[in-house]
């Protein structure tokens, strides 16, 4: 075995598949991250669990390095998703956003969202249609600093959810927007 496939091992033993994104990741939990750091760190670990690396020590050790590769890079998507990263923080503080069953939300939000749909409907010029994305855009940016308070200021799951709820029906309204925008 060669040292740095050794080391490579090495590395990899050290660390866990069961361990958490944050943790396997050697970030501390929360909203809030240094994307390059994230970005760094994914390519390291990609080096260190790269499948080829292990040619020489035969299939399982080969099988390994995949599942590793595959769980590093379902945790950098995760990560690197400000989205994904908030429902993951809560779901790991015991508050799962169950977003599928759970789809209540304050009353002044839901008419914001009949307002869009209804603007969205009557749009027929391409200015329009930016306005309204700018407009959402604008919402997922006070939305994003809600949740970077809620969860890395606060440490509040339970208001935090109510965030990636919002958010999540903010971002899929303004993919509709990007889709019509493409269409025009």
Known sequence: MSEAASTAQHALAALSLQADDFTLFGLAPGFQLDRQQLDERWKQLQR?????RYATQGAAAQRVAMQWSVRINEAYQRLKDPLQRAAYWC???GVPVNA???TAMPAP???QQ???RESLEQVRSEPELHALLQETQQVRERLLADLQHQIDGLGAAHAAVGGVRALMFVERFAQEVRH???RF
């Open 91 to 93: 779901e790991r503080a």
């Open 114 to 116: 009949m307002a869009w």
């Open 109 to 111: 939000f839901l008419l």
């Open 48 to 52: 260190q669990a790269h499948p080829d």
């Open 100 to 102: 599928e069953n759970n």
């Open 180 to 182: 019509r925008l493409e």
